[in-house]
C-alpha cells in the first residue's frame, strides 16, 4: 500500500519512498503559459505550498535533469513537459525558520537564512565565486552574491521564497501592531531584501515564485517590489493548493479501499471541506493537512480520530486571540459573535494591508480570509459574502469563545462537558441548563455583552461544543421544519 504523505513536504521524497502523490503540476503548465515570470500566491497555513514550491523546485532545476523521468514521467507534466523544464539554477529561501520571539533577533535570524541559502547554493552546484561578505548585513552580501555569481553560471535563476511573511504574521498575531511596525516597516530590512532582488530580475533572476499566508506586508515592501503579480485569486489557480473532491476521492479510494467511500466522504466534506478563494471559481477544496490527519489517524485504529484538528492546525490557529485583539476590539468581537451565530459576512477582499491606516472590518474579514478562518461564500451586488468554511474552523472559534468564558466567569469547562454528556447518555439536560443560566447570572454585569436570543444561541452552541462525543448543527432541517440547535452523536 501507498503511503500517506502526511507532513511530507519534499516532492523527491514522495515520489522515491512510494507516498501518495495528488498530482498538482497541470498547473506548472499553466503558471508558465501566463508569461508573468515573478509570481506572488498566498494560502492558509498547512494547505500545500511548501510542498508545491518543493515540485517547482524539483521540475526547474538544472540538476534534476537526469532524474526527470524518474520524477515526473508518470504526472502530467512529464507527459507534457515544457520548454523551460531543467533550465535553471535554483536559489531557494524559507522563512519560516525566522524566530519571532525575541524581537532583538529576528534581523539577526533573517540574516542567517539568507546567508544559509547562499552557502547552500553553492555547495549544491559546486560552484567557486568570490563575492564581498558584508558583516551584519546579509542583503548587502547577497547583492554582491548575486553580482558575482552571474558571471560564473551558464543560465539564469529561479528564485523560490517560501512563507515571505511568516515572521511578520507571527509577530503581528502573537505581540502588537507596533511592534509589527518596528519590525517590519521601520527597519525595513524586508523592503531592502525585496530591492536588491528587484535590481537582478533584468538580469541574473529569469523567474520568482513567492508564497505565503497574508497580504499583510505587501504594502510594507511595494516600494522595494512592485513587479510581481499576485496571482492568489486567479480562478485557474483555486484549486492549486488543497484537495479538490475527486482528489479527496482518489485518496480515500487507495488508503481506505474497505470503507464506504461516498458515506466517508460526506462527513470529511462537512469536517475539513468548503475552500473556494475566489467568487470566479465554483470549485471547493478540503485542507490538505486536515484531511491526511484524519485518514493516517483512521488507520491507526479503524475509527475516525477524537480530536477532528491536527495538533499542528490548532496550534497555528492559538493565535486568534491576538487577531481579535487588532484595531478596533470591539468591532472584532461583534463580528466574532455574529460568526458564531452563523452569519455570512458581507465585506471585500482587501488586496494589500497598510496598518498604518485605519483597519477596517473588510480588511479584518479580509484577514480572517487569508488566514482560513473564513472563506468565500458568494459573491452579490459587487460584495464578497464570507463564511466559515467547515465544522473543524467552527470548532477553534467556539474553543476561543469558551475561553473568553472561562476567564470571565472562571468556571470549570470540564463540569460544563459533564453536564453535556448527561444529554447525551441520559437524555438528562436539567444540569446544562444550570450550567447556562450560572454563566449568563455572572456575566450579567458585563455592559459589553448583548444579553439577546443571538448571544445566548452562541453561548449554548459554544458550550455543546466542548464535547468531542457529538456534533452541533444550526438550523438543522428535520420533517416538521428547522430546529434552532441539534445535538447528533459522531459515530
Not at 538544472?62 to 533550465?87: H, S, V
Not at 488543497?242 to 466517508?264: H, N, V, W
Not at 496550534?315 to 470591539?330: E, G
Not at 468565500?376 to 473568553?404: C, L, M, Q, T
Amino acid at each position: 500500500m501507498s503511503r500517506i504523505p502526511y507532513g511530507v513536504s519534499s516532492f523527491s521524497r514522495l515520489q522515491k519512498d512510494n507516498y501518495i502523490y495528488i498530482d498538482k503540476t497541470k498547473h506548472i503548465e499553466t503558471l508558465e503559459s501566463y508569461g508573468e515570470p515573478y509570481i506572488f500566491f498566498l494560502r492558509p497555513r498547512r494547505f500545500g505550498k511548501t510542498l508545491f514550491l518543493s515540485t517547482l523546485e524539483h521540475y526547474y532545476d538544472i540538476q534534476e535533469k537526469e532524474n526527470f523521468a524518474e520524477l515526473f514521467g508518470d504526472l502530467y507534466i512529464g507527459q507534457n513537459k515544457t520548454e523551460l523544464a531543467n533550465n535553471y539554477y535554483i536559489l531557494k529561501f524559507d522563512f519560516s525558520g525566522v524566530e519571532t520571539s525575541e524581537p532583538e533577533k529576528i534581523y539577526d535570524n533573517f540574516n542567517h537564512l539568507i546567508l544559509e541559502a547562499i552557502s547552500t547554493f553553492i555547495n549544491k552546484y559546486q560552484i567557486e565565486v568570490e563575492y564581498r561578505e558584508a558583516p551584519g548585513s546579509a542583503i548587502a552580501t547577497l547583492s554582491s552574491f548575486l553580482e558575482a555569481v552571474q558571471y560564473e553560471i551558464d543560465n539564469k535563476i529561479y528564485l523560490l521564497i517560501d512563507e515571505y511573511d511568516h515572521f511578520a504574521n507571527e509577530i503581528l498575531s502573537f505581540t502588537s501592531i507596533d511592534r509589527f511596525e518596528d519590525t517590519v516597516s521601520k527597519q525595513g530590512f524586508l523592503r531592502k531584501f525585496f530591492e536588491v532582488i528587484k535590481k537582478k530580475t533584468g538580469s541574473i533572476i529569469d523567474r520568482l515564485f513567492v508564497t505565503g499566508v497574508s497580504p499583510i506586508t505587501l504594502d510594507s515592501m511595494t516600494s522595494g517590489f512592485n513587479i510581481a503579480k499576485n496571482k492568489t485569486m486567479d480562478s485557474n489557480l483555486n484549486t492549486m493548493m488543497g484537495f479538490t473532491e475527486k482528489e479527496a476521492r482518489c485518496l480515500i479510494k487507495q488508503t481506505l479501499p474497505d470503507y464506504d467511500l461516498d458515506s466517508m466522504l460526506e462527513k470529511l466534506k462537512e469536517y475539513y471541506d468548503g475552500y473556494l478563494f475566489t467568487p470566479r471559481a465554483s470549485e471547493r477544496v478540503f485542507n490538505t493537512d486536515m484531511l491526511l490527519y484524519y485518514v493516517s489517524e483512521y488507520l491507526i485504529d479503524n475509527t475516525e480520530p477524537s480530536d477532528l484538528i491536527d495538533s499542528n492546525i490548532s496550534s497555528d490557529y492559538s493565535k486568534l486571540q491576538n487577531l481579535f485583539s487588532l484595531k478596533d476590539k470591539k468591532q472584532n468581537y461583534e463580528i466574532l459573535e455574529d460568526i458564531l451565530a452563523g452569519n455570512d459576512q458581507r465585506g471585500k477582499v482587501t488586496v494589500e494591508f497598510n496598518l498604518q491606516r485605519r483597519f477596517t472590518k473588510k480588511d479584518f474579514l479580509s484577514l480572517l480570509f487569508y488566514l482560513g478562518f473564513l472563506t468565500i461564500d458568494r459573491e452579490e451586488d459587487g460584495f464578497i459574502y464570507f463564511r466559515v468554511p467547515n465544522y473543524a474552523v467552527k470548532e477553534i472559534y467556539f474553543d476561543y469563545f469558551n475561553s473568553i468564558i472561562s476567564e470571565e466567569t472562571s468556571f470549570d469547562s470540564l463540569e460544563i462537558e459533564a453536564s453535556v454528556v448527561e444529554i447525551l447518555k441520559n437524555g438528562e439536560i436539567n444540569p446544562f441548563i444550570e450550567k447556562v443560566e450560572a454563566t449568563l447570572a455572572a456575566l450579567s454585569n458585563r455592559d459589553y455583552i448583548k444579553f439577546d436570543e443571538k448571544y445566548i444561541k452562541v453561548l449554548i452552541f459554544s458550550y455543546l461544543n466542548l464535547t468531542q462525543l457529538s456534533i452541533v448543527k444550526s438550523e438543522y432541517e428535520v420533517a416538521e421544519g428547522y430546529l434552532d440547535l441539534a445535538l447528533l452523536r459522531r459515530n
